[in-house]
C-alpha cells in the first residue's frame, strides 16, 4: 500500500500516510478495503444502482471493537465518513466519496429471547434476516415492507410497517441501543441511561453515531390475514376513493395501503392492501368491504405466514435497478390528491414505477420520540424505478413533477429515511424531515457531535 488519496470531512483532499493505514488495519479484525483490491467495486455498491460513489477506504468491523477503532481513526485524521447498514437508502447516504465507509455489513448477529420476547439484532441486520429469527418463535416487531432493507437506517428514521397500527413505529419498540459516538466511546442509550440519546436515535436518523445494536420488543404474530385486492387502472379513482375512506375509518386496527402500478403482464391496474394481525374471523368481518368493493380482477387476501407478507413486495424493488424516490406526508387523501395522481400516473415513463399510499395512523400515532410526523396518517411515496442509466432525467422528472403537484395537498412533512439527495431537494427539506424537533436536536448533536463526524446522511447541524 502506498500513501491514499481521501476526503476531509470539510471536503479537502488530503493524503493519509500508509504507515496510519497500515497501523488501522492490524487494529481491526474485520477486512479494511482500499480501491485496487479486488472486492471494492462490490463493497461500494448499494441496492440504488443509480449510485455511485468511491470511497478512500471501506472498513468493515465484525464487532464494537472495530467500529470504535473506525470512529476514532476518522476523528483523528478528520476523514469524511458514511456509515452503511443495509444500503437500501434510496440516495445512497450510506456511501461516501473519497472518504472512509464504517460498513456493518458483516455485523449479522440476531439473538431471540423468546420468555421475555426481546431480541437484540446488530447493525447489519436485514429485516428479511431479522424476521427469519424472530418468527421462529412466533414473534415480530414492526419492520419494513422490503426484505433487503436494513433494520438500522430504517429504524434509526422512524420505521413504518404493516404492523404499525397495531403496534406502533419500528423504533417505538426499541428498548436499548449501543451507539458508539463520535468520541469513540461506546454507550448504552436507553429509557434510564443517556435518555436523551435514545430520544434523538427514534427519528433522528444516523446523526448520533454508529448503533452497533438493537434491542427490540416483540409481540406474538400470525398468521396474519393479508394481501392484496387488484381492481383495472379505469376505475383507479373510484378505488382510491374507496381506499380513503376504508383506511380512515379502520386505521386503529388495520394497516392498509393503495398502489397504482403496472402489472408483469403490462397492463395498469390498482391495488389495495391489507394486513390484520389478530382473530381471523374479526379480520375478515374488518376486510369484508375490501372484497366486495367494486369488481376486483384479483383478491388474493388471505391467512399467511407473516414472513410472507414481508417478503411480498420483494420481486418488485431487486437491488441493481435504477431508483429515484420522493415522498410526502399527508394527513387526508383529498379528491384532488387523487386526481393527480391518476393522471400522472397514466403517463408514467416506466412499468416499473408507482405511487404508494402507505397508511402511517394508528398506534404510530402515539409515542414521544423524535419521529417528527404523529399527526401524518398516510405517506405517500412516489417509487421510480428503471433500468438504463441513460434514461435518468425522463424518471426524475416524472417523479418530480407528481411530487410538486402534490404539495398542496401534503403535510410539508417528509419521512427522514425518503429523503433524496440534499443537493436536489434543498437544507429546507432536512428541515422538514425533524419539524418541530429540529432544534432539540441540533443541541444534541452538539452534545454527542459538535464536528457533525456523521453528517453525511440527513444531516442535523449541530447548534450552540
Ligand atoms: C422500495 C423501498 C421501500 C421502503 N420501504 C420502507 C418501509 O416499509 N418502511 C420504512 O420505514 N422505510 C422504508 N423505506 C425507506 C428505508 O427506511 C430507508 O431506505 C432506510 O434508510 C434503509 O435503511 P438501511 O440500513 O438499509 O440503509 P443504509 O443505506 O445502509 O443507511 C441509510 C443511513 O442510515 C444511517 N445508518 C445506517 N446504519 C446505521 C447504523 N448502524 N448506525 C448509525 N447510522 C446508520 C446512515 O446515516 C446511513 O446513511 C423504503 C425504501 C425503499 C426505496
Not at 465507509?101 to 455485523?107: F, K
Not at 390484520?276 to 374479526?282: C, F, K
Amino acid at each position: 500500500m502506498v500513501d491514499l488519496r481521501i476526503t476531509t470531512l470539510t471536503g479537502r483532499e488530503a493524503m493519509l500516510p500508509e504507515a496510519a493505514v497500515a497501523a488501522f488495519q492490524q487494529n481491526l479484525r474485520g477486512p479494511l478495503i482500499a480501491p485496487g483490491d479486488e472486492r471494492y467495486d462490490e463493497a461500494r455498491q448499494v441496492w440504488n444502482a443509480n449510485i455511485d460513489r468511491r470511497p478512500g477506504l471501506i472498513c468493515r468491523p465484525v464487532g464494537v471493537a472495530d467500529v470504535i477503532a473506525a470512529v476514532n481513526f476518522a476523528r483523528d485524521h478528520h476523514l469524511l465518513v458514511s456509515v452503511r447498514g443495509g444500503a437500501h437508502n434510496v440516495a445512497g447516504t450510506c456511501v461516501c466519496n473519497g472518504g472512509l465507509v464504517i460498513d456493518l455489513s458483516l455485523m449479522k448477529g440476531i439473538r431471540v429471547d423468546p420468555v421475555r420476547r426481546t431480541v437484540r439484532a446488530e447493525g447489519g441486520v436485514k429485516w428479511g434476516e431479522f424476521d427469519r429469527e424472530t418468527q421462529t418463535f412466533g414473534l415480530a416487531t414492526t419492520g419494513g415492507t422490503i426484505a433487503d432493507t436494513g433494520i438500522a437506517g430504517l429504524t434509526l428514521g422512524g420505521g413504518h410497517g404493516w404492523l404499525g397500527y397495531k403496534y406502533g413505529l419500528a423504533s417505538d419498540n426499541l428498548l436499548s441501543v449501543d451507539v458508539v459516538t463520535a468520541d469513540g466511546q461506546f454507550r448504552i442509550a436507553n429509557d434510564t441511561e443517556h435518555a436523551d440519546l435514545f430520544w434523538a436515535v427514534r427519528g433522528g436518523g444516523g446523526n448520533f453515531g454508529v448503533v452497533t445494536s438493537f434491542e427490540y420488543r416483540l409481540y406474538a404474530v400470525g398468521p396474519v390475514l393479508a394481501g392484496l385486492v387488484f381492481h383495472p387502472f379505469a376505475k383507479a379513482k373510484d378505488v382510491l376513493l374507496f381506499y380513503r375512506d376504508f383506511s380512515s375509518a379502520t386505521h386503529e386496527k388495520l394497516t392498509t395501503y393503495a398502489v397504482p402500478m403496472t402489472s408483469p403482464e403490462g397492463a395498469k391496474v390498482v391495488a389495495i392492501g391489507v394486513c390484520y394481525d389478530g382473530p381471523l374471523a374479526e379480520g375478515e368481518q374488518l376486510i369484508a368491504p375490501v372484497r366486495r368493493f367494486g369488481s376486483p380482477l384479483e383478491d388474493q387476501i388471505r391467512p399467511m405466514a407473516y414472513t410472507e407478507l414481508q417478503s411480498m413486495f420483494d420481486p418488485g424493488f431487486p437491488p441493481g435497478n435504477q431508483y429515484y424516490v420522493k415522498a410526502h406526508f399527508l394527513r387526508e387523501i383529498s379528491d384532488d390528491a387523487i386526481d393527480i395522481v391518476v393522471d400522472q400516473f397514466a403517463r408514467v415513463p416506466s412499468p416499473l414505477s408507482l405511487p404508494f399510499f402507505q397508511q402511517t395512523g394508528g398506534a404510530m400515532q402515539r409515542g414521544h420520540t423524535a419521529y417528527a410526523h404523529r399527526d401524518a396518517l398516510y405517506n405517500l411515496v412516489l417509487v421510480s424505478e428503471w433500468l438504463d442509466p441513460r434514461e435518468s432525467a425522463i424518471h426524475v422528472r416524472w417523479t418530480r413533477e407528481l411530487w410538486q403537484a402534490l404539495q398542496p395537498y401534503a403535510t410539508g412533512g417528509v419521512y427522514v429515511n425518503d429523503l433524496g439527495c440534499e443537493a436536489d431537494d434543498g437544507a429546507d427539506q432536512i428541515r422538514a424531515a425533524y419539524g418541530a424537533n429540529y432544534q432539540r436536536l441540533a443541541k444534541l448533536k452538539q452534545t454527542y457531535d459538535p464536528t457533525n463526524l456523521f453528517g453525511h446522511n440527513q444531516n442535523i447541524k449541530p447548534a450552540l
